[in-house]
């Protein structure tokens, strides 16, 4: 099985100072890059980790070319032995040890090709596959530096290890990605406040189904936000959330007009459909931005009962690209809504990044400018699980929104557990908080993708999204790395989210992957 391995060389004192190549990428089993030293006499070691394990490397330049035409590509075989990677002008002769002495584990390994240019070394990544015991892995490294004359040096190599065989008792070795991924907030975990609190909310017995006093105490502290017209709802998750307040607000013959990238149609099975028996009307819009205009032309057919009968809009904020609505979009669009008597609803799973954005409260955001009704999302802002569904006035819907959310599944019966977290996150402004820190590390890895040749942001970034476009074939070496989402396969264009967890590092380190692994493909693009 082969298993990632990562390192950096320096020079020896008799060679110029190497340029900066960035910190290393997190990968293998923990992050450390180990340093060691490179030249060209024989014996010189190098050690890297291995897991916990130190194995030696051994480097060793030879000027005599090899024995025989052709050169053999080498090998390594169970003691440990390896053969070289041969080129006449400049010959490395590369050692590894690899597990190779352990009782029942039989391997060899052979580098099946390689090149080199230039004669000093600085760095070194070797990443690998794990072996499926069927197929040979392929396993890639490179060196990449600068030479003693000042050209660049560039290495690749190719290792190919067969399947071997192990004894029962040895553990197979798995290879771990880095910890901290781009691919969505709801991959982060919980925030440590928030799970106090459902901690200390586990204290004797209280009555189900909301009439707590923790559901009462979040209730009334969303209504100070709002007004006191606010009526709270609390649900288990963010399809049930939206799908619960539309179906109480519109009957089987009506339909919402949304913008077709939204989570509502895209992102939630037609779990709106299924329940509600009503019917979406998509727009393509721009910048992930319904507008009035997009609105109006879905207004056709009104009082024709051959035609469903628009009843609702349906936007997110922020946006599904990341974006976010500024307070006169929103306000245009409830004029329409009120012009055409819509009910307008908003899907707040980061309604959060949205206020730290805009600088707002959530009265001016949402109650001043026409929103009827909204989910509030906790989950991707540090909660366990819970959302809450908030009318921000009295509306017919509320007499029929208990009932839809009892058979909508979205009733918790020990409903004290989600109105703790919403109490611990409105406490302090804690919601705000890890909202703000995750657009921050959003514009910070927007800083650095900025300098990268080949990344190319196509959405303004206004939260904590950031949405990108790489080359199609960089996508499956970075995804090997780090989790994230493809967006638009045809367009390249890919998802990288922060959360409330996301720290410099982790943003510097992925930055610095997307950067090594780009340039790895500049650098065959130039070889080819």
Not at 194 to 212: K, Q, T
Not at 438 to 458: E, F, K, P
């Amino acid at each position: 099985m082969c298993v990632v391995y990562a390192a950096a060389l320096r020079f020896p004192p008799s060679l110029p100072p190497v340029r900066s190549l960035g910190r290393l990428p997190e990968i293998a089993l923990h992050e450390r890059a180990v340093r060691g030293a490179f030249d060209r006499k024989p014996g010189v070691r190098h050690f890297f980790h291995r897991a916990r394990e130190a194995r030696p490397v051994f480097f060793r330049g030879n000027d005599s070319g090899c024995d025989r035409s052709p050169c053999p590509t080498g090998s390594m075989n169970e003691d440990g032995s390896v053969g070289g990677i041969h080129d006449r002008s400049n010959f490395l002769d590369v050692r590894l040890r690899d597990d190779v002495d352990r009782p029942g584990n039989r391997r060899v390994a052979d580098v099946a090709s390689g090149e080199c240019r230039g004669r000093g070394v600085a760095r070194f990544r070797i990443a690998a596959n794990v072996d499926d015991g069927v197929k040979s892995p392929r396993t890639e490294f490179g060196f990449r530096g600068l030479a003693a004359d000042g050209d660049a040096a560039d290495c690749r190599f190719v290792l190919h290890a067969p399947p071997f065989a192990r004894s029962a008792a040895r553990a197979p070795v798995v290879v771990a990605m880095a910890e901290r991924h781009f691919a969505s907030d709801n991959n982060a975990g919980v925030h440590p406040t928030l799970l106090a609190a459902i901690a200390e909310a586990n204290d004797g017995h209280v009555a189900g189904y909301g009439s707590d006093p923790h559901t009462e105490r979040a209730e009334a502290s969303v209504r100070a936000m709002l007004g006191e017209d606010a009526r709270v709802f609390f649900a288990f998750n963010g399809t049930g959330a939206n799908v619960v307040a539309l179906a109480a607000a519109l009957r089987p013959h009506q339909a919402v007009i949304t913008p077709a990238k939204s989570h509502l149609n895209v992102d939630e099975c037609g779990a709106y459909e299924r329940f509600a028996g009503s019917k979406l009307l998509t727009v393509a819009v721009h910048n992930g931005k319904l507008t009035p205009r997009d609105v109006e032309s879905c207004l056709h057919g009104i009082g024709d009962p051959h035609h469903v009968q628009p009843a609702a809009i349906s936007i997110s904020q922020s946006t599904e690209v990341g974006t976010v609505y500024g307070l006169e979009e929103l306000s245009a669009l409830g004029a329409v809504c009120k012009q055409h008597g819509l009910f307008f609803h908003l899907d707040g799973a980061r309604l959060a990044n949205a206020a730290v954005s805009l600088g707002v409260d959530l009265r001016a955001m949402l109650v001043a400018t026409g929103v009827d009704a909204f989910t509030f999302g906790a989950t991707k802002n540090g909660a366990l699980f819970g959302e809450a569904i908030v009318f921000t006035h009295d509306h017919p819907a509320l007499k029929i929104l208990p009932y839809t959310r009892k058979s909508g599944m979205q009733l918790a019966s020990k409903m004290r557990f989600v109105a703790a977290q919403f109490n611990a996150l409105l406490h302090d402004d804690l919601w705000l908080k890890n909202a703000a820190h995750a657009n921050d590390m959003a514009q910070i890895l927007a800083a650095r993708l900025r300098s990268i040749d080949g990344v190319r942001i196509v959405y303004p970034v206004e939260a904590n999204g950031i949405f990108a476009q790489i080359p199609a074939e960089s996508i499956a070496a970075l995804q090997r790395e780090r989790n994230f989402y493809v967006w638009d396969t045809d367009a390249s264009v890919v998802r990288w989210m922060t959360a409330f967890d996301t720290t410099v590092a982790d943003v510097n380190a992925f930055a610095d992957a997307i950067e090594r692994v780009l340039g790895a493909r500049t650098a065959n693009l130039i070889q080819r």
